[in-house]
């Protein structure tokens, strides 16, 4: 697959670990993607972190900003994908760090029809505070030095760091919705445009990303694990406020109770404003 890939970089108010993931970006091995910032409605220094790695990311970094309203990460990553230009997307946290052949093995697991689900490690209170307040790069880490962090406990697992090639058993869930987050998602835009993108009906944390999993597998789109290939680095923050997260599964369930394919409010219902 040699088309642009469009990274849309999820962020709010969190600059430290934004430059670290816009840094680890702008050193893969693979140069073909443009990176769409779906910023849900940082302040100001959100946008001076973006101007400040554009002419590193050679102008391929555009910035999508909404009014702060609370949390409609649904409706910015749709603003986002309305403004990308790739013919795969690949969604991801910017609180996510990633490794230098990220792009590389996305590329490599893009298959028609499939949309790849990643994982991902958590880095511990202690070791995010370390990564960022000293400007470390442990998208370059040896998998040694990572077998440290974990004896002293300071990541949840080792897996996501392991690359094996798991040739069919990358389909073992093809039809699997759980456990897919929006994180590290790679999706054919055809199909974001088939089942209409996310539910902006979700707003507040939770269950935007499954409600577009079970849609586009209702649409005939297979999951491809991307396990032990493109694992991420999630730094640690605090939890997201839950309260609407009642009404948001309720939502969910109602979505998987249905029929339907294509968002209530999708990237149709943004277009005329995007």
């Not at 880490?141 to 897996?159: F, G, K, M, Q, Y």
């Not at 499954?210 to 923050?237: E, M, N, Q, Y």
């Not at 948001?248 to 943004?270: F, H, K, M, P, Y």
């Amino acid at each position: 697959m040699s088309d642009l890939i469009s990274v849309i970089l999820t962020t709010y108010n969190r600059e430290d670990a934004f430059d670290a993931v816009l840094r680890s970006l702008a050193h893969q091995t693979d140069a073909g993607f443009e990176v769409i910032v779906a910023d849900d409605g940082s302040d100001e220094k959100t946008a001076a972190v973006v101007e400040a790695w554009r002419g590193r990311l050679g102008g391929r970094l555009a910035h999508i900003w909404h009014e702060d309203r609370g949390f409609r990460a649904a409706e910015i990553r749709n603003r986002a994908i309305l403004a990308s230009h790739g013919a795969y997307c690949v969604f991801l946290d910017a609180d996510c760090i990633v490794r230098p052949d990220f792009i590389t093995l996305h590329r490599r697991l893009a298959t028609t029809g499939a949309f790849v689900a990643g994982d991902r490690i958590l880095l511990s209170p202690e070791l995010t505070m370390t990564v960022l307040e000293r400007s470390l790069t442990p998208e370059n880490w040896t998998l040694a030095r990572w077998l440290s962090e974990r004896v002293h406990r300071r990541i949840n697992r080792l897996a996501p760091l392991l690359r094996l090639p798991l040739g069919p058993l990358r389909w073992l869930r093809s039809r699997t919705w759980r456990s897919a987050r929006s994180c590290n998602l790679a999706i054919w835009r055809c199909d974001l445009d088939r089942v209409d993108g996310f539910d902006c009906g979700y707003s507040g944390w939770g269950k935007e990303d499954s409600d577009l999993i079970v849609r586009l597998l209702r649409a005939g789109v297979r999951r491809k694990d991307g396990v032990f290939a493109t694992g991420v680095l999630h730094l640690w923050h605090e939890a997201a406020p839950r309260d609407r997260l009642a009404e948001n599964e309720s939502r969910l369930s109602d979505s998987i109770a249905s029929d339907r394919v294509r968002a209530q409010s999708g990237l149709s219902t943004l277009k005329d404003t995007a």
